[in-house]
Structure formats: structure tokens, C-alpha cells
């Protein structure tokens, strides 16, 4: 009643590639495009970020399809590091 439920599952079993954008000083080189890095299940993928060292993780994104209305096409820091503190509850 006063909750909020979320019916969603997150598939992370869901194909997904882990992208790393070019980089210099540790900061995004403008006028790039991203590459890909690895590539996986939405799990796995998640946990090579994860698996970065945080003061590099602005520079990776996730690119997976999308499953509305949580994830979108393509991750960013934030929001995986946002499904990895709720992975196990999604």
C-alpha cells in the first residue's frame, strides 16, 4: 500500500558488450566513438565493469537491447552501477 513494487525482472542473461571510450588524461577524447571491449551476458558484462578500477569506470558503457522500462540501449556508469547494488533483487 504504501510501497513501491517493481514488477519487472531484468534479464541479465541478455547479450550485452562492454564499451570503452578513447581516453587521454582519463578523460573522454571528444570526437570519438566508443569500442568494445568484451562481450557477454548482461551479468557478465557487469561485472568486468564492476571489476574496473573506479576512477576509470566513466570512461566504459554498457550497449545491450533494451528492457523497458529499466534498462536502456545503452548503459551508462551510473545506471550499472545502479542494477549492480539491485541485481540480486531484480
Known amino acids: 500500500m504504501g510501497g513501491v513494487s517493481v514488477e ?3 534479464d541479465f542473461g541478455a547479450l550485452a558488450a562492454l564499451h570503452k571510450w578513447p581516453s587521454l588524461g582519463n578523460q573522454r ?3 570519438r566513438a566508443s569500442y568494445q ?3 557477454g551476458t548482461l ?3 557487469i561485472s568486468a565493469f564492476m571489476a574496473k578500477p573506479a576512477p576509470t569506470r566513466h570512461l566504459y558503457d554498457i550497449h545491450t537491447a533494451p528492457q523497458p522500462p529499466l534498462v536502456t540501449d545503452i548503459l551508462s556508469p551510473e545506471h550499472v552501477l545502479e542494477l549492480s547494488r539491485l541485481r540480486e533483487f531484480l
Open 37 to 39: 571491449v568484451s562481450e
Open 43 to 45: 551479468d557478465e558484462c
Open 29 to 31: 577524447r571528444p570526437g
Open 8 to 10: 519487472s525482472k531484468v
